[in-house]
């Protein structure tokens, strides 16, 4: 029932996948963070790292930057240093919940002055922007509270709609800043961007220029994720992806790893709504922690889940699809959509690989680079890298 | 901490909370609705019960029409009806979920022939409306999906806008058009208006006179509903409380009865958010079920758990609460408010109603008052209204 | 990684999936059951299908009974019957939920009187039992309670247990009492065997030929159910599977439909806790409701399901597994799960039938065989089965 | 409905609730743990904390260790310490997740050599319960892995159970072994103890004194962890509670925050089922993070919540509760217990606590004590104490 390999096959050129620079890092949970031999001390050697992931996949040609953990003096030398190794800096994150000020809130605070702190960080942001030719601004807002009564939620939403606005009057034409939502975590009680709801009520008031960041493990349980696709699609307002996966909370988990079959529905709906290919201008990423297994071929194996799903999601049968529905035929129309996912695509894109001067097996080339051990033998000595550095 | 009793008395005077007739008839799950002395066997029946829900406490003035269960001939001559025993007809619901051809959806459906039927059916509750002089009709969709693939969720999306879009068009200056989200059930894949983003979107879409019904037992695990009522107060874009309460799906309970707490916060951001009293048109309705327990008196307990809960939140001293914010103290905040949830204003409310001229105590009033015993002798033979009905 | 098919084909001999009547009949949901031409009005007429199912897939020789809906006066003639169509009856299932005695509790229920009225009932079902030679008398109970106070938690659970203790010594020497547990639903607060560890207790309490039913849809969101399957297997009280699955609440949508790889992972738990195959008496059902698909392809779909994931869950290289446990080499532990999963079983699965005489396709063959316009045609007048029948 | 206060007032003396020594240094989440002037830097200064707060309360008479975050070289002098502060050391508190060689588990893990180290550290445990004279040790369990496959969920259960045997076989006669549960964190895809059922099993095959300890925040979404608390102690195997509130995960927050209303079903299922009072030898902790709220007093409210909702419980008619469950009067078991729920018993509890020499406002009287602001004028320098510590 489904397309061919071949003819999907053209669809595939061109995929790409942003790496987040803190994926080389270390991470963990509140309860311990292990650390790792090889893991990076220094910005550039996370590039380095991510870089790596793009030789052998071909899929990942740009590394996004959080500020301040990935801070450097001169960003023009940065982003030349990532041509050198072969990947661009793409999308700057903002923190604004790692400074003592902020532990009620940012841009949402109820005090002036911090609220203009967290403003000026994204001011900072931006000019990191024009200095490293990014496109996206992405702000994933900690703000919330743990409490009943701790905060009036109606003026942090208030507040949050002024402090975004005085940040987007300083995007860029041809820059665009992305809203993320959250359900929950850091904040217990109430977080002041929860749902796509919000995130597109706030971006929507501040113009074209802004849009909602989807990050697949931030919804309640039970969320039908890829109907939140189609509708942000069809409002025009679906900025990015976050890819990760999850069981229960916010597991920050290899993409595809917790539900496969929930990713293949994500991404057929990014295709049928118009969400994929060098039309659309929605970006895929990944925003991951590698806290038991190795970060590199961590990333490896996410971005071939993604690539292995989009094929799936381009064999599927669009017209079989409608005419099953228009017949009510429950069992056709899923068993479409199932054949397709069912289909083993595996050694087809291995060879697609190939063809394209790419390694068959991008993780058994990881496996064989000897890479993991020199970074280990190299990297001995200063701070490693993490979510505190 | 908290204001007296006496400094919000005044604020309590007023308050309507509409009545929903199906909650006379008979209901149940799918494995079982059992059946009870008494139960109403028509539309009148049912507007009696009801009204003897507002005899005794003052709170129900009005009573929600359901479309067909309660079609009559002359809607003319039900508003008398009701009018006499003291009521007045309110909302009218429409039903598109109980017609064998709309096993695939109505406002959605793929073929347009199931969506005009659809969107007449509508015609005919705004007809409905235009004689029983009711301002708002409310539109909760069972439409959805059970199976991935089932339907194209996008298409769904685009021919609901343009179903309601032609509805909206037929109702009156002073009328309202209501759209209820719900997360799940009776479709289990996909629902067609799952949360309050997508009844936010369709709603803004139409114009000023379309707005959200917020069902209590609506929300995936875990929502923080209040922080909804807040945003859509913000936006302009409440309509309607479908009131009841809920420990895991929809589970229609008395409203309160599962987490209290819960509805203090939900009635709280209400009226901090200017929802509450004469100068605001949202509406408080019940949407319960009452399959075990008797349904007058569970009527009786709902309306008077809302009382109590809005006299709670009206107690709030939110100059405190803002004080306590703006010095980060959180836990003299969560005290303001858990202070107010924690009196007892039941007391007060027992002498505020008897200075009315209500019963103290309207439970014991009912009990005492032999009506129970009364329609079960009466109401012999006949077909007990449900939801079938 | 993974073995070669033809390494695991013997395995996926005698598998045996026992199908419920009920699934033949019509069901729905609390708003609506929609209702198909063809639908059985006997339970000879829903054997005749389930014999259909059986015979295209050679999955699925035995029938389940629930009582009374397929209650009958001579089941002699009914075992002959079925036997004639080419299938056995299997599980009894006891029905406690429907009488109208039932409203406040059956097993558990605070009168005596009420109580016995259902051990009496359980009593009739091992009549049955030992007229159509079943092995398992199968308990679901509906027991619970709607609002907090209502029932005395501890006072029913100990009634429970009386109340099984009386049924399981009627238990013959081959038979088996299998107790369900199940989350919630048709209760609302609280449910008597909510969770395995409950039905654990019980059963461990009553002896050897008590075990636990584990119905994949019954859980809280989030459940890891493939754990449950090692503990129960562990502890030697998995008696049997109720195969469906859910995307929020009970859905009973088709086994595999909304989490694939939740059934591979479940299954693999199953082999490798020594639960399939000739050696072990788990017995694998189905528990499904066709609300808007067709029910017996429904049903095939879902053996299908089933044995698919079977021959995934063969695949896997446990050997590698345990080595890259060894290793602490979690994404390789990963990839060997993961390498199985992705395997397209289905074209060798063709082949294996067809060389077993079944039809390569049985979802095609049945399509093919003119049965169901055969049914629509015949079964004409009478009253569809339902649950309520 | 309920009884008076004064009737209910004797069953309050003895209320004694464990405070943990950690609730008095820092925690966080993994995005950020926020500092305060005056956290202890020595367990000292956590005792002299905990001390603080059982004197303004009378109902926190010990305080619970955590090994290695207490660890002193003599604990007889710590014992004395305690007790010229007022207090007595109470359960002592294991932990096996912090130290690298525990990244892929404990006791579960499929080294021998990991295994024995965590057994060591509990015989070291008990060492200190022998010099404390604790009588509890209390074992939560951060195993579990973080990817299907990752580990073999069977083999693991099975180790558990062997280093769990022999941990137990050092028990001493008048010690308990309590076996803690957890849903999720910080394992993702699985944990070793996740359920109730598990920590059963687990703890019978051990022996007697072996029981099992009910943290409230960790349980799946809905869970009934009333019908937990009745079902443990029906089976002779509830040992301990663990108190804290949380909305989505294991927020940590403080008892009675989130949900009230679920804090009163617990403690009333407790004193239902014989767990509460001098005759019952289950303990009840607290176990929280004080993570934006000041720490002494969060503890002070914490105690306070849970007398005041024993209070409540104590007053709810038992038998006008089982009057209405044999008439099926929903409505009025329900009123029953709400009318207890809904009673003020502040000021009663107030003027108890002044009759015995203590504050009638122990969060008042804390705040006037002038405490707080010498605690952070004199714990200058040094290392605040926190999970790392």
Same mark, same amino acid.
């Given at each position: 029932?489904?397309?061919?390999?071949?003819?999907?096959?053209?669809?595939?050129?061109?995929?790409?996948?942003?790496?987040?620079?803190?994926?080389?890092? =270390?991470?963990?949970?509140?309860?311990?963070?292990?650390?790792?031999?090889?893991?990076?001390?220094?910005?550039?050697?996370?590039?380095?790292?991510?870089?790596?992931?793009?030789? /052998?996949?071909?899929?990942?040609?740009?590394?996004?930057?959080?500020?301040?953990?990935?801070?450097?003096?001169?960003?023009?030398?940065?982003? %030349?240093?990532?041509?050198?190794?072969?990947?661009?800096?793409?999308?700057?994150?903002?923190?604004?919940?790692?400074?003592?000020?902020? *532990? @009620?809130?940012?841009?949402?605070?109820?005090? *002036?002055?911090?609220?203009? *702190?967290?403003?000026?960080?994204?001011?900072?942001?931006?000019?990191?922007? =024009?200095?490293?030719?990014?496109?996206?601004?992405?702000?994933?807002?900690?703000?919330?509270?743990?409490?009943?009564?701790?905060?009036?939620?109606?003026?942090? #939403?208030?507040?949050?709609?002024?402090?975004?606005?005085?940040?987007?009057?300083?995007?860029?034409?041809? #820059?665009?800043?992305?809203?993320?939502?959250?359900? @929950?975590?850091?904040?217990?009680?109430?977080?002041?961007?929860?749902?796509?709801?919000?995130?597109?009520?706030?971006?929507?008031?501040?113009?074209?220029?802004?849009?909602?960041?989807?990050?697949?493990?931030?919804?309640?349980?039970?969320? =039908?994720?890829?109907?939140?696709?189609?509708?942000?699609?069809?409002?025009? *307002?679906?900025?990015?992806?976050?890819?990760?996966?999850?069981?229960?909370?916010?597991?920050?988990?290899?993409?595809?790893?917790?539900?496969?079959?929930?990713? @293949?529905?994500?991404?057929?709906?990014?295709?049928?709504?118009?969400?994929?290919?060098?039309?659309?201008?929605?970006?895929?990423?990944?925003?991951?922690?590698?806290?038991?297994?190795?970060?590199?071929?961590?990333?490896?194996?996410?971005?071939? =889940?993604?690539?292995?799903?989009?094929?799936?999601?381009?064999?599927?049968?669009?017209? &079989?699809?409608?005419? &099953?529905?228009?017949?009510?035929?429950? /069992?056709? &129309?899923?068993?479409?959509?199932?054949?397709?996912?069912?289909?083993?695509?595996?050694?087809?894109?291995?060879?697609?690989?190939?063809?394209?001067?790419?390694?068959?097996?991008?993780?058994?080339?990881?496996?064989?680079?000897?890479?993991?051990? #020199?970074?280990?033998?190299?990297?001995?000595?200063?701070?490693? &890298?993490?979510?505190? %550095?």
């Amino acid at each position: 029932m489904t397309h061919s390999f071949e003819s999907i096959a053209p669809l595939l050129e061109g995929q790409a996948i942003e790496l987040p620079s803190w994926a080389f890092g =270390n991470s963990g949970t509140r309860f311990k963070v292990f650390a790792t031999p090889g893991t990076p001390r220094t910005v550039e050697e996370k590039i380095t790292d991510a870089a790596k992931v793009n030789e /052998l996949t071909g899929l990942a040609p740009t590394v996004a930057l959080h500020i301040p953990w990935d801070k450097v003096d001169d960003y023009a030398a940065l982003s %030349a240093f990532a041509q050198d190794k072969g990947v661009k800096l793409g999308t700057i994150n903002s923190n604004t919940f790692q400074d003592d000020i902020y *532990k @009620f809130g940012s841009l949402t605070h109820v005090d *002036k002055a911090v609220r203009q *702190k967290a403003i000026d960080h994204h001011f900072e942001c931006i000019d990191i922007m =024009n200095a490293t030719g990014s496109r996206d601004l992405k702000i994933w807002l900690a703000d919330g509270t743990n409490y009943p009564g701790q905060g009036d939620l109606r003026g942090r #939403q208030d507040r949050l709609a002024e402090s975004l606005a005085t940040i987007y009057e300083r995007i860029g034409e041809n #820059q665009r800043l992305v809203l993320e939502y959250k359900f @929950f975590e850091p904040a217990f009680y109430h977080t002041d961007v929860p749902d796509w709801g919000t995130s597109y009520a706030q971006v929507s008031a501040l113009g074209e220029r802004a849009t909602v960041c989807l990050d697949t493990g931030h919804h309640a349980p039970g969320t =039908n994720i890829e109907f939140i696709v189609m509708q942000l699609l069809r409002l025009g *307002k679906l900025g990015s992806f976050d890819f990760n996966s999850r069981f229960y909370a916010d597991d920050d988990l290899i993409v595809g790893a917790a539900d496969p079959f929930q990713l @293949f529905r994500i991404i057929f709906e990014v295709v049928r709504g118009g969400g994929y290919g060098s039309d659309s201008d929605v970006a895929f990423m990944l925003d991951q922690c590698h806290n038991v297994e190795d970060k590199i071929p961590g990333q490896i194996r996410s971005v071939l =889940n993604v690539q292995e799903m989009t094929a799936r999601a381009l064999l599927v049968d669009r017209d &079989a699809l409608l005419a &099953a529905e228009k017949a009510g035929d429950v /069992l056709t &129309a899923n068993a479409v959509l199932m054949d397709a996912f069912y289909t083993d695509v595996r050694p087809a894109l291995a060879g697609w690989r190939e063809s394209r001067g790419l390694p068959a097996d991008p993780m058994a080339a990881y496996a064989a680079s000897g890479y993991q051990a #020199q970074i280990a033998a190299d990297r001995v000595g200063g701070q490693q &890298a993490g979510w505190g %550095a």
